[in-house]
């Protein structure tokens, strides 16, 4: 069962989750003693060159590019990630939708639009280099690297994008948790929704200011977060990272200015970005049939309902990876 509905209620056994400690990284619930994930048979059987199911070509941008210019490419291509790379064309960084949201009023990397820039929306997106915000040092794999190693990369490191390296250094493709979960999951696991969604809802509210929904993405880790209603009642909508790289990679942002200071966007309501389009999935579903949910409607996260419509959690494509693969 699936929809696209908006005023979903809140089930009040759902848990609204604020200002708490940020969410362990789930993967290590299922590693043996060893530190050794307890891979499934289903990537045993399927286990072949990572090649077969990696996105490719990678869609790069230099390190020396600003970051307007990183934003406006992820805009273009609507991809989560880009490689970045030198001058010589080989693998330098990545820089990720969610590293995006954090500079721009999520976390950490913000000071450096408060203490460099001054708040200067112009100054933060036109000067700053990409190498500014990116991961200098990131995790990859090569075209000879198997499936099972590459998800073995992903899991313990929390990663939902693997850059895959042609043996010259120069990048070959990417593989995301889309990739593996289209290529490894059918539509009966066994493994029903509600064994593994989050119950304990993560939210923001449509009278929010996006700024408000960029830090709790930043500070959970997230690229997606459920929008309620003003009272809390109702699921309106979700607001994603890539949400926030349309807002910005389209200049919307910038046609909403009076001024250069870049809190003026950042007071935006969450309203005003986020999708209206609410995916569903019933809790007693079986994983695989969300994951071709998810495929039909591409989306990579669901809301998950009782048999009542109401609001139980949310179940996302790193969910399912790992119900598949560590199970």
């Known amino acids: 069962m699936s929809a696209k509905r908006a005023g979903l209620k809140v089930s009040n056994k759902a848990k609204i989750v604020s200002n708490v400690a940020v969410r362990r990284w789930e993967g290590t619930k299922y590693l043996r003693a060893d530190a050794e994930p307890n891979w499934s048979q289903r990537i045993k059987e399927k286990e072949g060159d990572i090649t077969l199911i990696a996105s490719k070509p990678a869609v790069t941008i230099t390190s020396t590019s600003t970051v307007l210019e990183a934003v406006e490419r992820m805009y273009e291509k609507r991809v989560r990630g880009l490689v970045v790379v030198d001058s010589s064309d080989k693998l330098k960084g990545t820089i990720m939708a969610t590293d995006v949201v954090n500079y721009l009023g999520g976390g950490s990397l913000y000071t450096i639009v408060e203490q460099r820039h001054g708040h200067d929306i112009f100054g933060a997106l036109r000067s700053e280099k990409v190498e500014s915000i990116m991961n200098p040092t990131p995790l990859y794999a090569t075209v000879s690297s198997k499936i099972s190693e590459t ?15 042609a043996a010259d250094g120069t990048p070959y493709g990417v593989v995301t948790e889309h990739d593996i979960v289209r290529y490894l999951v059918n539509k009966d696991l066994g493994i029903k929704v509600k064994d593994v969604m989050t119950s304990n809802l993560v939210v923001t509210y449509e009278s929010d200011t996006i700024k408000r929904a960029a830090q709790l993405m930043s500070l959970y880790g997230f690229r997606r977060v459920p929008v309620l209603s003003a009272d809390g009642t109702y699921v309106v909508g979700i607001v994603s990272a890539m949400d ?52 039909s409607h591409n989306t990579n996260s669901l809301i998950v309902v009782d048999k009542n419509n109401e609001v139980k959690g949310i179940i996302t494509e790193r969910d399912i990876l790992l119900s598949v693969a560590l199970r």
């Open 151 to 165: 998800l073995k990369l992903m899991v313990l490191n929390g990663m939902g994008l693997v850059p895959i390296v």
């Open 244 to 295: 926030f790289i349309a807002f910005f990679g389209s200049h919307e942002a910038l046609k909403k200015l009076s001024s250069y200071d870049i809190e003026e966007v950042l007071s935006t309501k969450v309203s005003d970005i986020m999708s209206r389009d609410v995916v569903t999935t019933d809790e007693d579903e079986d994983v695989g049939a969300a994951a071709s949910i998810m495929n």
